[in-house]
């Protein structure tokens, strides 16, 4: 099983590969991946950099050109995977339908991985992409309990890989648009979920306040700990009820189901968070790679150490942690 | 243009169902999508229902659609899926990869507003695939729009959303289940109780979303009905107006009105601001922020 790790810079990069990373994914510093924030990605001479250092220690570039090409910036996704095919980078993790035709017929010695903004929740679906395109792996959404992904892995021959860890989409990857309603700018159109750009914070008589393109998110008292206004993590009301009416700030950590996971044939686990630091990857992708090798040396006997558990607590988003859709009660 | 009265997203009570249809069939819509596109558990109307009610439009004189399921999770919600797609009698709107698998290269049919196309050479695939009608993504502007359509291949029909509350996300998790403290296993059926439903605000009492099972839309009424010229010049052959628990067929007279010409456009526009259930937006269409009402 391999770990794919996230990046969002080049010192984030060295972090994931230094700690133990089989494959390290990245994006461009533009609206072509889904982490379209402004100071993160690669631009091609870091990309170049990139690619040497994870090669020369042996280890896999995957590059993200994971969001929606519209008609007046078709050359712009185009030119992602040119770049990505002469640069050498060793797949890349596409979402578009249109974009992966591109991709197989210009280049068909590249390596396509269906992105999970593709929205394939189903073998239906999967094997679609493999009979159009020659897909070799896909990575699902956070939507199936641990029984549904073992019945899609026993009916493709598509690599699957899952999310291990890192912030939890709520909504279905690639089918949501709460942050254009809002916003103007969507996942899927431009890469970007709850825009910084867009987001206010004013200390008010009733708390802090956190708003998003003007509409009231979360309202904070003292000692609280006040997070990011992703807009599917705010305070609503709803029937006079005021609370998370969507979902807890909380973190996917499925490290005790890696045994489960490894047994029913997942092929790579993915940790999220190309937004966040490179200590932040440094201590998330030490803590997997010490777990997916406990794990394969004995899977029988794997358990969760108290201290991995600690240290992934640290840098869970809300300090509090799920299994999302694996475990049936959480939907 | 053609008026297509789209699948309804909520969960109604069978009789509530069958009484809507029934009004539809005698309306001015040209095309009615049925099936429940939301929540594989919601079982008021079986698949031998909704052929019933299928065929009762076609004797009426309408064109009629079966719409997927835009989550499909489950060998059980696939064994659905294939029945839908193996069903040769109605055309098929395609909501996720899923049923555009079992679809492709056997019988022509609709993808659907939850299928995310937003270029024309995704969509010139899918239409080498079957796809005969595009309904774009909701969130999709009039620029990208026209781009696209100035593209399509020949006899590509493009119907727009163009009233209704916005299905903008879906989720595995119900939030209606969610509100009652229920798993969505043991829901209860809740949503049967909100027959527009479940209002969610913000703290300081913007009407924000609207909680709809595993959907979430929004509380805004989108409402293209003052652009429907601007729809027609963008290439668009088809308005779809998402049934809402009251004043549906006011609003279709409204918008037969406006395209038959009987009325100026402000007229009709007047008239539906009467009907709509909450305020209205239209910002998409004009490229910014959704939740936005461009005059």
Redesign the interface.
């Known amino acids: 099983m391999e770990l794919v790790c996230p990046a969002g810079s080049l010192p984030a990069l060295k972090a994931a590969v230094d700690n133990g990373a089989d494959c390290v994914y990245l994006g461009l510093r533009d609206e072509t991946n889904a982490r379209n924030f402004a100071g993160l990605n690669f631009d091609v001479a870091a990309l170049d950099q990139a690619l040497k250092y994870a090669h020369a220690h042996g280890r896999k570039v995957l590059l993200a050109v994971n969001t929606y090409p519209q008609p007046d910036g078709w050359a712009r996704w185009t030119s992602a995977i040119d770049l990505a095919a002469e640069r050498g980078v060793d797949a890349v993790i596409l979402a578009d339908l249109g974009l992966m035709e591109y991709a197989a017929a210009r280049h068909p010695q590249l390596r396509l991985h269906l992105s999970v903004q593709g929205s394939a929740t189903t073998h239906e679906a999967i094997n679609l992409y493999r009979r159009l395109f020659g897909v070799q792996r896909a990575v699902l959404p956070r939507v199936l309990a641990i029984q549904q992904v073992e019945q899609l892995i026993a009916q493709t021959e598509v690599e699957i890989e899952v999310f291990g860890f890192g912030g939890l989409c709520v909504m279905v990857e690639g089918r949501c648009q709460l942050s254009s309603y809002v916003t103007g700018e969507s996942p899927n159109t431009a890469g970007a979920c709850s825009p910084a750009r867009a987001v206010r914070w004013e200390q008010t008589p009733r708390g802090l306040e956190s708003r998003l393109g003007g509409i009231l998110i979360n309202r904070f008292s003292a000692g609280e700990n006040a997070g990011y206004p992703t807009l599917c993590k705010g305070r609503f009301e709803v029937a006079e009820d005021v609370y998370y009416a969507i979902e807890e700030p909380a973190s996917l950590n499925t490290l005790e189901l890696l045994p489960q996971l490894a047994r029913i044939g997942v092929r790579a686990v993915k940790i999220e968070g190309r937004q966040r630091s490179p200590a932040y990857v440094a201590q998330v992708t030490r803590v997997w790679r010490a777990a997916i090798d406990a794990c394969r040396a004995n899977a029988a006997r794997f358990a969760v150490r108290p201290e991995w558990d600690a240290e992934l607590r640290r840098v869970s988003e809300g300090r509090s942690q799920t299994l999302g859709a694996y475990h049936r009660p959480w939907k | 243009m053609k008026l297509a009265l789209g699948p309804v997203l909520y969960y109604w009570p069978r009789e509530r169902l069958l009484a809507f249809y029934a009004e539809a069939s005698s309306s001015p819509v040209d095309i009615v999508y049925l099936g429940e596109a939301v929540c594989s558990r919601r079982h008021e109307m079986r698949l031998a229902d909704w052929l019933a009610t299928a065929r009762r439009l076609l004797e009426a004189g309408k064109e009629v659609v079966l719409c997927s399921q835009?989550?499909?999770?489950?060998?059980s919600?696939?064994r659905a899926?294939r029945r839908l797609a193996d069903d040769n009698e109605f055309r098929v709107e395609a909501n996720?990869?899923?049923a555009?698998?079992?679809l492709?290269g056997r019988v022509p049919f609709v993808a659907g507003p939850?299928l995310?196309?937003?270029?024309?050479?995704?969509?010139?695939?899918?239409v080498r695939l079957g796809a005969t009608r595009w309904v774009p993504?909701?969130?999709i502007s009039r620029a990208?729009l026209t781009?696209?359509a100035a593209?399509r291949p020949a006899n590509l029909e493009i119907e727009l959303f163009a009233y209704g509350r916005?299905p903008?996300?879906?989720?595995?998790?119900?939030?209606t289940a969610?509100?009652y403290n229920l798993?969505?296993?043991d829901c209860q059926f809740r949503c049967l109780d909100h027959p527009d439903g479940?209002?969610?605000?913000?703290?300081?009492?913007?009407r924000?979303?609207v909680?709809n099972g595993i959907q979430?839309q929004?509380a805004r009424v989108y409402a293209l009905l003052g652009e429907v010229g601007a729809l027609a010049d963008a290439g668009v052959d088809i308005a779809r107006i998402s049934p809402q628990a009251e004043r549906t067929f006011d609003v279709v007279q409204a918008f037969h009105a406006a395209l038959q010409g009987q009325r100026p456009a402000g007229a009709s526009v007047r008239e539906l601001a009467g009907l709509l259930p909450a305020e209205p937006c239209n910002?998409?269409w004009h490229?910014?922020?959704?939740?936005e009402m461009v005059a």
Do not use: W
């Open positions: 835009a989550l499909v999770e489950s060998e919600d696939l899926l996720d990869m899923s555009v698998s079992l492709a939850h995310n196309v937003y270029n024309a050479r995704t969509l010139a695939l899918l993504p909701v969130e990208i781009a696209i593209e916005l903008l996300a879906f989720s595995a998790r119900c939030f969610r509100h798993q969505k296993d479940l209002p969610l605000r913000t703290s300081d009492g913007d924000f979303l909680l979430t929004s910002g998409y490229g910014v922020s959704g939740l």
